[in-house]
T-cell receptor
Framework: QKEVEQNSGPLSVPEGAIASLNCTYS??????FFWYRQYSGKSPELIMS????GDKEDGRFTAQLNKASQYVSLLIRDSQPSDSATYLC??????????????FGAGTQVVVTP | DTGVSQNPRHKITKRGQNVTFRCDPI?????LYWYRQTLGQGPEFLTY????????KSRLLSDRFSAERPKGSFSTLEIQRTEQGDSAMYLC??????????????FGPGTRLLVL
């Protein structure tokens, strides 16, 4: 079982609609969760971080965390063609010494159609 | 530009050659990470440093791979005797590690390696 799982997509979303991305993780002690956006051929770009249960909003983006269910999601409101990219979920992993290692999902490809 | 920088951005080499990549982190960041990413996959952890100490190295990483961060600033990743399976994007990220689990990584532009 992969430590961080995401649906690979592609997730097709009409322009102006809400895109909903999901991520599940297996390490119960993980405390930090991140969403990155990655355009084709480019490096990941941080969108959101979330550490506490509940919702966190930043502009058109909302991250939702449920540690009991080991589930983190990202909502993109009013989707734009420029949101077409792969979205990576990342989770920190407790190692023997400290919080040092980050595990990434394979990413969900989002395609926003005009 | 005060972000993470990586050089070179692209590298084409022949199988069996050695290659070295450099990463310059954000100046105040004490942690530096190396990842490898292939098409359709997320970044795969290779190794990371806190200051000049290498804290962990992936078990998936063969002995052909070595990384250094000699003065706790820039880092190099060397691949010896390259193989075609080494072709990938090599990503560097840095972060500022303080007390507690909250730590955010910022990525450089990556080095794309093609082994012929």
């Amino acid at each position: 079982q992969k430590e961080v799982e995401q649906n690979s997509g592609p997730l097709s979303v009409p322009e102006g609609a809400i895109a909903s991305l999901n991520c599940t993780y297996s390490d119960r002690v993980s405390q930090s969760f991140f969403w990155y956006r990655q355009y084709s051929g480019k490096s990941p770009e941080l969108i959101m971080s979330i550490y506490s249960n509940g919702d966190k909003e930043d502009g058109r983006f909302t991250a939702q965390l449920n540690k009991a269910s080991q589930y983190v999601s990202l909502l993109i409101r009013d989707s734009q063609p420029s949101d077409s990219a792969t979205y990576l979920c990342a989770v920190n992993i407790m190692t023997t010494d400290s919080w040092g290692k980050f595990q990434f999902g394979a990413g969900t490809q989002v395609v926003v159609t005009p | 530009d005060t972000g993470v920088s990586q050089n070179p951005r692209h590298k084409i080499t022949k199988r069996g050659q050695n290659v070295t990549f450099r990463c310059d982190p954000i100046s105040e960041h004490n942690r530096l990470y190396w990842y490898r990413q292939t098409l359709g996959q997320g970044p795969e952890f290779l190794t990371y440093f806190q200051n000049e100490a290498q804290l962990e190295k992936s078990r998936l990483l063969s002995d052909r791979f070595s990384a250094e961060r000699p003065k706790g600033s820039f880092s190099t990743l060397e691949i010896q005797r390259t193989e075609q399976g080494d072709s990938a994007m090599y990503l560097c990220a840095s972060s500022l590690r303080k007390a507690g689990p909250q730590e955010t990584q910022y990525f450089g532009p990556g080095t794309r390696l093609l082994v012929l």
